[in-house]
């Protein structure tokens, strides 16, 4: 089966590689994500396991789509009852990538699509539903590839985030982070900026190999509603994904910040993702800090001007923390892409990676150490 993989272009490499590791086929990069082949078994694992993953399509069908109505005959061929149940409401969303996509029109290519489901299932196709099962139209150079949404919500909805922090990351962009700087769960961590947690907690996940996406409640993936669902090879692999966590991290995970209140959030976050026993909180200001560990990978999302006011001085004060008392730990520092960067006073990083946090131009600088 194909599917598509979606993620921000800065991270499909690290996505692609998480594919690899969990054996998916034929991966190739897409626009805005990767393309991959799998069996079912494994598809089922993708949906578990992947950290950095927004969402997750199977590729149903390739149809011409030069005009609407040639892509309404196309599309009248397709096998839907072996993809889509009558008994659950289905959306049409329509992509239209190029030129002669959008001369033909969003309406036009959710209808074709629309009416030929319906007729062939009997599912009520209604866009207003709750959660309906999501089809996907991408039209470009006179093919229309439909997907079909396998993931149901967004995969960074991992269910355990609270409101209370202004500018907290996309859990996805966390994992990537942590992927990016080279973390893999056995060098003890610290994020000392934590705010909400979403960094530290994704970490513990890491070192617990737990997987991200364990806790969705029964049909909250979109495939749990569609045709051809395999509930014993479901319930196999995520019994397989339980037995896999370990009993504890493999090394500790510290999380702390300047503000008591946010060090708080933090902790009933990581309560609500089941890892908050697994995890060291404290409550410091980062130019106080004393490192718990001889080694490890420091890691911190500083304090962006615009959603959070950046103490003047701070850039130069984290570098005195990583000459000073953790001057034998990596560190992965996550900044805007115009920051004071000889603020810092540090060496120049090893690696520098390009990424978005929302509409904010962002930086991963990672500094390696002796
Ligand atoms: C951009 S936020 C981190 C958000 C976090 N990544 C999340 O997903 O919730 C930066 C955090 O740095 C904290 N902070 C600012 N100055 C600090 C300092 N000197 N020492 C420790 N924490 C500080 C702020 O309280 C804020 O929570």
């Not at 669902?229 to 090394?251: E, H, I, M, Y």
């Not at 908050?276 to 106080?288: A, D, G, I, T």
Request: net charge positive.
């Amino acid at each position: 089966m194909r599917f598509i993989a979606t993620c921000p272009d800065e991270t499909k490499d690290v996505l692609a590689g998480e594919l690899s590791r969990l054996s998916a086929r034929e991966l190739r990069p897409v626009y805005r994500g990767v393309g991959f082949e799998a069996d079912l078994e494994v598809a089922y694992r993708a949906h578990l396991w992947l950290r950095t993953a927004s969402r997750i399509q199977r590729i149903v069908a390739e149809l011409p789509a030069e005009t609407a109505a040639a892509l309404a005959q196309a599309a009248a061929s397709i096998p839907w009852t072996d993809f889509v149940l009558a008994r659950h409401a289905f959306a049409v969303s329509a992509i239209l990538a190029d030129k002669d996509a959008r001369a033909i029109g969003e309406a036009p290519v959710q209808e074709a699509i629309a009416s030929a489901v319906a007729k062939a299932t009997g599912a009520p196709y209604r866009p207003e539903a709750e959660e309906p099962v999501g089809v996907v139209a991408h039209v470009k150079a006179g093919i229309c590839t439909v997907g079909l949404d396998t993931a149901g919500r967004a995969l960074h909805k991992r269910g355990w985030r609270l409101p209370g922090h202004p500018a907290v990351l996309k859990e996805t962009l966390a994992a990537s982070l942590l992927l990016l700087a080279g973390y893999d769960g056995s060098e003890p961590l610290i994020d000392p900026m934590c705010g909400s947690g979403t960094i530290a907690i994704e970490a513990a996940y890491i070192a617990m190999n737990k997987a991200p996406l364990i806790h969705r409640g029964k049909d909250d993936f979109g495939f749990e509603r569609q045709a051809g669902f395999d509930r014993a090879l479901w319930r196999r692999v995520s019994d397989q994904a339980r037995a896999a966590k370990l009993p504890a991290p493999r090394a500790p995970v510290f999380a702390g910040d300047i503000r008591a209140d946010f060090v708080e959030l933090a902790r009933k976050t990581a309560l609500r993702a089941r890892v908050e026993k697994h995890m060291s909180f404290f409550v410091s200001p980062l130019q106080q800090l004393v490192a718990p560990a001889p080694r490890g990978l420091l890691i911190a999302n500083l304090p962006y001007g615009e959603r959070i006011s950046a103490q003047p001085g701070l850039y130069a004060d984290v570098g005195r923390a990583l000459r000073g008392p953790f001057a034998t730990w990596r560190a992965a520092l996550l900044v805007p892409a115009g920051a004071p960067l000889a603020a810092f006073d540090l060496p120049r990083p090893s690696q520098s990676f390009a990424l978005m946090n929302g509409a904010l131009e962002v930086r991963l600088l990672v500094f390696e150490r002796r």
